[in-house]
């Protein structure tokens, strides 16, 4: 259980310490609700969707490993799920839906006929919750994409589906920003790719950007729904090349002024994807940040406040592009308690920021353009041993969630209560 007194007064400490070297904690606590975090709603059922089709799913690249008990079944599952995670997150936060989690009931309804009324109790949930919501096109996991191919498919009636399908959740995404009165971020992923090595890369490229072009033909206000592309360099039955290639979204995104979604998970291992930002962002307004945990590979563990996660967070704070980036999560881990995953990988992006935060940023900046690189590196070393946790724990106190590793107990709790007792 959770000591106040004790709180307050390392906290107290800590903000001694911070206005030594010009930090104002206060400042930056109430500058941590500028941090805002989707949450992404397949982490609670391991990227099924509740589609009646009744044919089977295949083909996408998409999967989640192990058999943890207490997955979601249904969307009222899946909704008590997520409350039950926003109720232990301090700060604000948004839900993001794929296509495949409609609201459809009974109906057999194909992912080129979805419309908004099968979305609209997932807006009246978002509004309940005071949340806002962002939304995705599922290009996978369907027979249509069994060849590994949607919208760069040689085949027209292939094709045609999928610029459908995404064009249908354009519109429903524009209408979930109207809404709820905070703009939906739709981004889009396709799987598109091929097992070994092609000899027409330009061909299926070419095709692609005739899709995207049909795709955006009719252009919503950004104050409803904005557009994201999403690259990755490889996956599962694309091993050898990725039609939507990293250089071919953001290609496309600064021509069409659309935004790139940048997934730490999907470039090369050694890639530095923290640095990427100020790039893009020196001619792009805006970007999507999708943050995971990649080992070896795409494989999407929970976040965990690494040094990766750090230079993201780092690179923003630094950059003061809070407001150009949007951020959300994307990983699946079937193996633990999916709630308990939830927690821990958006407290650790939030932790992520509040440390960039912390940082005199002014000063080390002072420090680097006069060449004083000791004093600057220097100073970095010992921000490492500052008391962090110790304002950690006070946002978390001032947010009324659980301090500290409460929270285990919180899901342990739920996890006999409401998870053991799932078929």
Do not use: H, M
């Given at each position: 259980m959770i000591n106040q007194r004790l709180i307050e007064k390392a906290y107290d400490i800590a903000k001694e310490q911070y206005a030594a070297i010009g930090v104002d904690t206060d400042a930056v606590l109430t500058r941590m609700n500028d941090v805002v975090i989707s949450l992404h709603c397949w982490q609670t059922d391991d990227v099924g969707g509740f589609e009646n089709l009744g044919s089977g799913l295949s083909?996408?690249?998409?999967?989640?490993t192990g058999d943890y008990p207490g997955k979601a079944n249904s969307i009222a599952e899946m909704r008590q799920d997520l409350a039950k995670v926003l109720s232990l997150l301090p700060g604000r936060h948004r839900l993001n839906l794929h296509a495949i989690y409609g609201d459809f009931k009974s109906e057999a309804i194909d992912r080129d006929q979805i419309e908004i009324r099968h979305f609209?109790?997932?807006i009246d949930w978002c509004r309940q919750q005071g949340i806002g919501m962002d939304f995705n096109p599922t290009c996978f996991s369907h027979p249509m994409a069994s060849s590994g191919l949607t919208l760069s498919s040689r085949d027209d009636k292939v094709r045609m589906f999928w610029v459908e399908h995404v064009r249908r959740c354009r519109a429903i995404s524009a209408e979930i920003g109207k809404q709820l009165g905070t703009p939906c971020v739709n981004?889009?992923?396709?799987?598109?790719?091929?097992?070994?090595?092609?000899?027409?890369?330009?061909?299926?490229?070419?095709i692609l950007k005739k899709s995207l072009d049909q795709v955006m033909e009719i252009d919503y206000p950004k104050e409803y729904m904005k557009?994201?592309?999403?690259?990755?360099?490889?996956g599962i039955g694309m091993e050898s090349m990725t039609v939507g290639s990293h250089e071919f979204y953001l290609g496309y995104a600064l021509t069409r002024n659309k935004m790139i979604c940048l997934d730490n998970g999907h470039f090369h291992p050694t890639e530095q994807v923290g640095d990427k930002i100020s790039s893009c962002l020196q001619f792009a307004d805006e970007l999507l940040l999708h943050v995971t945990r990649n080992i070896r590979w795409d494989s999407d563990h929970v976040v965990t406040l690494?040094?990766?996660?750090?230079?993201?967070?780092?690179?923003?704070?630094?950059?003061?592009?809070?407001?150009?980036v949007s951020i959300g999560l994307d990983f699946f881990d079937a193996s633990i308690n999916r709630i308990g995953a939830y927690v821990v990988g958006t407290r650790s992006t939030k932790k992520a920021f509040l440390i960039a935060m912390l940082e005199p940023v002014?000063?080390?900046?002072k420090y680097e353009e006069a060449g004083q690189n000791f004093e600057r590196i220097a100073l970095l070393e010992e921000m490492k041993t500052k008391p962090?946790?110790?304002?950690?724990?006070?946002?978390?106190?001032?947010?009324?969630?659980?301090?500290?590793?409460?929270?285990?107990?919180e899901v342990q709790q739920y996890e006999k209560e409401v998870l053991a007792k799932r078929g």
């Open positions: 083909g996408g690249g998409i999967q989640a609209q109790s997932w981004n889009i992923w396709i799987p598109d790719g091929t097992k070994d090595i092609p000899v027409d890369r330009n061909g299926l490229r070419t557009d994201s592309l999403e690259s990755k360099l490889f690494n040094d990766e996660i750090q230079l993201l967070a780092s690179e923003i704070i630094r950059g003061n592009y809070l407001k150009n002014g000063l080390l900046r962090f946790g110790a304002v950690w724990d006070y946002y978390c106190l001032q947010q009324e969630v659980p301090v500290g590793i409460d929270f285990i107990n």
